[in-house]
């Protein structure tokens, strides 16, 4: 498929999941978690969380990242994602009133707490998988 193809397909699996696995680096070793995942109009993943968790601590020790997004755990076919890139925290104002959601209020309390922040993942390669014989496709970023 081309790049184009490619872009849609991803964007696709973007819109229509949003729950996923983040990995982070503990000690050398990946650690991973779900997260509740968004989307601009590009590539960049962003999800909030709070700044007292073990994720803000490693992505601050090593900001390489991976995210699996997508299947539906039905079998062969699910299409999903496979994201390698960085995560940077973001606490600027602008950026939590984007994300902020009602459901967060559970466990942040509100927009104003002042330990919620958003990580910002910058993709650096999307893998496109279980999409048809054409995949894997690989979107370098």
């Not at 890139?85 to 902020?100: L, M, T, V, Y």
């Not at 466990?107 to 993709?123: C, H, T, Y």
């Amino acid at each position: 498929m081309n790049q184009e193809e490619l872009k849609a397909k991803i964007h696709e699996v973007m819109e229509n999941h949003k729950v996923g696995t983040l990995a982070t680096v503990k000690g050398g070793k990946p650690h991973s978690r779900y997260m509740t995942f968004h989307h601009d109009d590009e590539f960049t993943f962003f999800t909030a969380t709070s700044s007292k968790t073990h994720k803000t601590d490693e992505i601050e020790q090593n900001p390489h990242v991976h995210v699996l997004l997508g299947y539906e755990g039905e079998g062969y076919g699910d299409t999903y994602l496979e994201v390698e890139g960085q995560a940077k925290i973001r606490d600027d104002q602008e950026i939590k009133d984007w994300i902020w959601r009602d459901h967060m209020k559970n466990w942040l309390g509100s927009k104003d707490n002042p330990e919620f922040v958003v990580l910002e993942i910058m993709p650096e390669a999307i893998r496109l998988m279980n999409a048809g014989e054409e995949t894997p496709e690989l979107l370098e970023l």
